[in-house]
C-alpha cells in the first residue's frame, strides 16, 4: 500500500545531519519548483552523496571557492552547478554549517505539472523520461544558477522548496557507485535509488577524458 504523500514542508534539522543519512531518506520526498506558469512537483526517485572535504568526488574538496560556497551555507539551501558547458544540475546542501555536504539530484517522477515540464524536455519519449538523470531533472524544472542558494526548507511561496511526500521504505532502496565519478571518489556506493522505478536513470561509469595536444 502506497502512503498519502505528505505535503508539510521539511525541517532544517531533516537536512542538519550527515549526509549519508540524509541522502537516501530524500528518496520518496517531494520537490515543488514553483514557475509563473505554474507549480511541478517531484517525487524524488534517484540521489547521490557528496561528503566535502572527505571525498574526493565533491565540488568541496578542495575548499570553498566562488562555485561552491553555497555548500558551506546552512543546511537545506540549493545547489545549483553548471557542468560540461551546457547543462545545470541540483543539490541539496546537508550537515553542520562550515562543513560542505551535498546531495544530487539525479532522477525523479513528475507528479504535478507534467504538461509544464514537456514543453522544457521536447526530446523526452514519454514522462517517465522527463527527468530521469540529472541535467534532465533541471531542465525539466527550469532550475540555474539564478537559483543558486534558494532555501527550500519553508513554507512560504519559493521558487523551490522539498516537501516530506512519503519516505521510502528501506528494503526498497539500493545503493551502488556513484554515476561518471572516477579516481579515488569512485570507490564510495553513495548514487540511492528506488527499487525498479523506471525513472531511475542508467549507471554510467567514468570514462576518463582524453588531453588534447
Known sequence: MIATPDRTPLSREFFDRPVLDVAPDL????????TPEGPIALRLTEVEAYDGADDPGSHAYRGRTAR???????????????????????????????????????????????????????????????????????????????????????????????????????????????????GDGAVHPWRFWVADDPTVSPYRAHVPRRRRS
Not at 528518496?27 to 514553483?34: A, E, P, Q
Not at 521558487?159 to 557507485?177: F, I
Open 27 to 34: 528518496l520518496g520526498r517531494i520537490l515543488v519548483r514553483s
Open 68 to 182: 561552491n560556497e553555497v555548500m558551506f551555507g546552512p543546511p537545506g539551501h540549493v545547489y545549483v552547478y553548471f557542468t560540461y558547458g551546457m547543462w545545470f544540475c541540483m543539490n541539496l546542501v546537508c550537515g553542520s554549517e562550515g562543513k560542505a555536504s551535498a546531495v544530487l539530484l539525479r532522477a525523479g517522477e513528475i507528479i504535478e505539472g507534467a504538461e509544464l515540464a514537456r514543453t522544457r524536455r521536447l526530446s523526452a519519449r514519454n514522462d517517465m523520461e522527463l527527468a530521469k538523470g540529472p541535467a534532465r531533472l533541471a531542465t525539466a524544472l527550469n532550475v540555474d544558477r539564478s537559483l543558486d542558494g534558494t532555501d527550500a526548507c519553508t513554507s512560504e511561496d519559493t521558487p523551490l522548496r522539498m516537501l516530506t511526500g512519503a519516505p521510502v521504505p528501506s528494503d526498497q532502496v539500493l545503493n551502488g557507485p556513484r554515476t561518471g565519478v572516477g
